[in-house]
């Protein structure tokens, strides 16, 4: 499991169980729209906003035309891509190698931490990238298709619109085995945290401001069953649980052959809306994940994790560059290391 995971297949009866047990409020409040434009740190010289003046100035409006319609249709594709967007960045860098189905070996998306992402993400970034091929060919690399509608969904659920700098080249490499070791785990430690998130560039502030995108989205019990039962080898359940969470858990995730469909949200008090209620949960200990709780724990990120729970506009603004310096990471650019592909499925051979 990885950071800004969702479901396809979301069980809403577990919902019901979980508001009954916790009692505390839900929010069915899809659409809390919130535009600020955040001040984003220079991103590298080879991206730009207006990278496709020229050759497709209307880029941005064609992938809105899906994103909006995959958003009313299927509202799991709002979590889910943003997931793609992450695991895809985290692994080979920003270069839509997460979109290549795999021919003579396993490809990214085939790895078992990309197992669980929801098809409609896939879905979403395969329409979007065939209405700019429709009126730009051959001009639009997938990779920005997917920065692109990520931060359309980030808006859609009621987070901050941000301007989106463009110009990355779709990668030629996707292989499964660079995954898993690329990824954050629903059980990493802080340290392990940190280590990763540095090692691709980004700070502690970082870390906690982008697990802030487990405002929304779903979990399967398998990446928090160990916390009920058996955290750390005790048999016993995490300390740092609320125990009306533990009980809520308990009750739909059995320790032992439960339905491997059933879903829990990330954020217990308004699942469907993006808003700083994460880093309330977790100074309550009501994280779903231990990653997550962890976070509000340690002293090197818990004063973050205070101050974004007090303030959704500096979470907001903080998202954004963070945002923004994710989509930097590992860029491609020129033929010996990118492409642009037309297929987002197929690699040129």
Not at 3 to 31: A, D, G, I
Not at 325 to 339: A, F, M, N, P, T
Request: glycine letters at 6%.
């Amino acid at each position: 499991m990885s950071s800004f995971s969702t479901s396809s297949s979301t069980n809403f009866m577990f919902l019901y169980f979980f508001f009954f047990f916790l009692n505390l409020p839900f929010s069915n409040s899809l659409l809390k729209s919130l535009p600020i434009n955040a001040t984003v740190r220079r991103a590298p010289r080879q991206l730009s906003v207006n990278y496709y003046a020229k050759s497709c100035p209307q880029v941005e409006s064609l992938v809105g035309s899906v994103t909006s319609n995959m958003f009313k249709e299927a509202p799991a594709s709002g979590p889910a891509t943003i997931r793609l967007f992450f695991h895809d960045c985290f692994v080979e860098g920003c270069d839509g190698s997460i979109l290549i189905s795999g021919s003579k070996e396993l490809a990214e998306k085939d790895a078992e931490d990309n197992k669980d992402l929801a098809k409609e993400a896939y879905e979403g970034i395969n329409k979007a990238k065939a209405m700019v091929e429709s009126k730009c060919p051959g001009v639009v690399s997938c990779a920005d298709i997917l920065a692109i509608a990520t931060r359309d969904f980030v808006h859609y659920v009621g987070g901050p619109y941000y301007q989106v700098k463009k110009g990355r080249w779709d990668g030629k490499i996707s292989k499964a085995s660079r995954v898993h070791q690329n990824l954050p785990q629903s059980n990493s430690t802080v340290d392990q945290l940190l280590k990763l998130f540095s090692s691709k560039g980004l700070t502690p502030n970082d870390l906690v401001v982008l697990s802030g995108a487990h405002s929304i989205g779903f979990a399967h019990c398998k990446q928090f069953v160990n916390r009920i039962y058996d955290y750390k080898g005790t048999k016993k359940p995490d300390p740092n649980m609320d125990p009306r969470l533990y009980k809520a858990l308990k009750m739909t995730c059995p320790q032992f052959g439960g339905n491997v469909d059933i879903v829990a949200p990330f954020d217990v008090t308004t699942p469907f809306s993006f808003d700083n209620a994460y880093y309330g949960n977790l100074e309550a200990k009501l994280g779903l994940l231990a990653s997550d709780q962890a976070l509000s724990l340690d002293p090197r990120t818990k004063s973050l994790v205070q101050e974004l729970a007090k303030d959704k506009h500096k979470f907001f603004q903080a998202f954004a560059t963070a945002m923004d310096k994710l989509g930097s990471i590992g860029v491609k650019r020129g033929r010996k290391h990118g492409e642009f592909r037309k297929d987002c499925t197929m690699h040129h051979e």
